[in-house]
Nanobody, 125 residues
Framework: QVQLVESGGGSVQAGGSLRLSCAAS????????MAWFRQAPGKEREGVAS????????YYADSVKGRFTISRDNAKNTVYLQMNSLKPEDTAIYYC??????????????????WGQGTQVTVSS
């Protein structure tokens, strides 16, 4: 059964931090590549970060490098996104997803076919 549940969103001021969590079913987590995407109003969904869960290799969009960190806890089938130095342009709904085909380091939403319900992140200036 494909299942992803995100949590941890909220409202913060610019420069603040948030930590998102994504709990996956064992079936979904077995895809071995989990990712975070985000979608702002009126914009296309964009990839933020991904992680190859067996060894912890990580990949990031240029816009978040140095500020966001993706990690995982294999024992809990959970992926995290630590977001620091948040900016107003980080405001979006953040989604967790599992890779369906392709390469873990390529953050193209069509490559991911399992999606959570999303969690809102709002950053005020």
């Amino acid at each position: 059964q494909v299942q992803l549940v995100e949590s941890g969103g909220g409202s913060v001021q610019a420069g603040g931090s948030l930590r998102l969590s994504c709990a996956a079913s064992a079936y979904t987590y077995s895809r071995n590549c989990m990712a975070w995407f985000r979608q702002a109003p009126g914009k296309e969904r964009e990839g933020v970060a991904s992680i190859y869960t067996p060894v912890g290799s990580t990949y990031y969009a240029d816009s978040v490098k140095g500020r966001f960190t993706i990690s995982r806890d294999n024992a809990k089938n959970t992926v995290y996104l630590q977001m620091n130095s948040l900016k107003p342009e980080d405001t979006a709904i953040y989604y967790c997803a599992a890779l369906h085909y392709g390469t873990c380091g390529i953050l193209r939403s069509p490559n991911f076919d399992s999606w959570g319900q999303g969690t809102q992140v709002t950053v005020s200036s």
